[in-house]
Nanobody, 124 residues
């Protein structure tokens, strides 16, 4: 079973950027679809972005398109989420997840393994 550890969260102002990092251990993530999800206080967890095992296919929720970029480095067993032009509504705990299923399934939040998350707070 893979262990996923997120880092890179913090307190920033609206318009700032952050890069989240998801480091996997226990097995390779090569060939696995990976995703970023977020959960704001009092709200349900929602899909943010997903990337296919090769990195060739990516999906984003509409609210982050053009601002967030998901990428991966299989050699480093790491997935990234570059977040630009952050808004207060992006405030949430961001979680990394992995699945052996297709990236389409990842987009539907059908993940197998989850990290514990990193908190992103965007002030106005």
């Amino acid at each position: 079973q893979v262990q996923l550890v997120e880092s890179g969260g913090g307190l920033v102002q609206a318009g700032d950027s952050l890069r989240l990092i998801c480091l996997a251990s226990g097995r390779t993530i090569s060939g696995y679809s990976m995703g970023w999800f977020r959960q704001a206080p009092g709200k349900e967890r929602e899909f943010v972005a997903a990337i296919s095992g090769s990195g060739a296919i990516t999906y984003y929720t509409d609210s982050v398109k053009g601002r967030f970029t998901i990428s991966r480095d299989n050699a480093k067993n790491t997935v990234y989420l570059q977040m630009n032009s952050l808004k207060p509504e992006d405030t949430a705990t961001y979680l990394c997840a992995s699945t052996s299923k297709s990236v389409v399934q990842a987009r539907l939040s059908r993940m197998d393994d989850w990290g514990k998350g990193t908190l992103v707070t965007v002030s106005s």
